[in-house]
């Protein structure tokens, strides 16, 4: 079995490979990039991460298009935003399973929170406790807010809002928060109050997959159990920052890198994993 020192310096060497600026380009957080303001990069890159499924061309043309909708001010369209007056505006907006109704719906929610809180850093970080090994309590919560902030939103927006007590790895919601909470140069590091270490790895079942051939991930569903399995483990490695592994997670499996056992083990590692329930 490989040594955890050899796995690290394997792993490390992937993220400084594939942990560079010419990732932005071909990612959705290339969006929340082409803004300036951080409360626009935070508004647009939440929805940018939650429609961020499917095809990578047709997923950035069509975060483009809400750009245009929001006339390239995100914060202010959506603190402005009145269902009653533009929700037309949405009228065409559809993306595999998100429909003008959720649209109207996110950005009517969001624009609550935002008034009430300040900003989605805020509403995020009251929910987060200084002794909180991981987020998700803080996404948990940050999830129901969402959808509860207002009454009257359809039933049907709950499944563009995942919640770990529900089992779901909440991979896109990890990803936002990768994104605003770690620094450059991919991610955007524009929340001060979310210390990396409490970050969870968004896992898919892509990202599985390269994580079990490591020996890295016993558990064999994609749920949130095995998130906090694999950050867990990847704790050992960076205590400080173990959500920068998905990057070399990600750079495998997408690149279709064959894992090098010289460095793995073939299929095991010699770590413990320190799992435990939500």
Not at 70 to 77: A, G, N, T, V
Not at 83 to 98: Q, S, V
Not at 103 to 129: C, D, H, M, P, W
Request: proline share 6%; charged share 25%.
């Amino acid at each position: 079995m490989a040594t955890l020192a050899n796995l690290k310096l394997y792993l490390d060497g992937l993220v400084d490979r594939f942990e560079k600026p010419e990732f932005i380009h071909n990612d959705p957080i290339v969006i929340p990039h082409s803004f300036e303001d951080p409360l626009d990069q935070e508004i647009i890159g939440l929805y940018a991460a939650l429609l961020a499924w499917g095809q990578r061309k047709t997923l950035l043309k069509k975060l483009e298009d809400l750009c245009e909708i929001m006339s390239y001010k995100p914060r202010k369209f959506v603190y402005d935003f009145d269902p009653e007056k533009d929700a037309h505006l949405f009228a065409n907006f559809i993306y595999r399973t998100f429909q003008p109704v959720d649209a109207v719906s996110l950005t009517t929610n969001i624009s609550l929170v935002i008034k009430q809180f300040g900003s989605l850093e805020i509403a995020f970080s009251s929910f987060v406790k200084h002794d909180d090994k991981h987020i998700g309590n803080g996404l948990q919560k940050f999830s129901d807010l969402l959808f509860a902030i207002n009454p009257a939103t359809p039933t049907r927006v709950r499944k563009h809002l995942a919640r770990p007590l529900s089992g779901s790895a909440c991979k896109r919601f990890c990803m936002y928060l990768r994104w605003v909470s770690r620094p450059g140069p991919v991610d955007l590091g524009i929340w001060n109050s979310l210390s990396p270490e409490k970050l969870v790895l968004p896992l898919d079942v892509h990202s599985g997959r390269q994580a079990r051939a490591l020996g890295m991930l016993n558990r064999k569903n994609d749920d949130w159990r095995a998130v906090l399995e694999l950050t867990d483990n990847c704790r050992y490695l960076c205590p400080e920052d173990p959500c920068k592994y998905d990057f070399a997670f990600f750079g495998l499996g997408v690149n279709k890198i064959p894992i090098d056992p010289d460095h793995t083990g073939t299929n095991k590692i010699d770590v413990t994993s320190i799992s435990s329930d939500y």
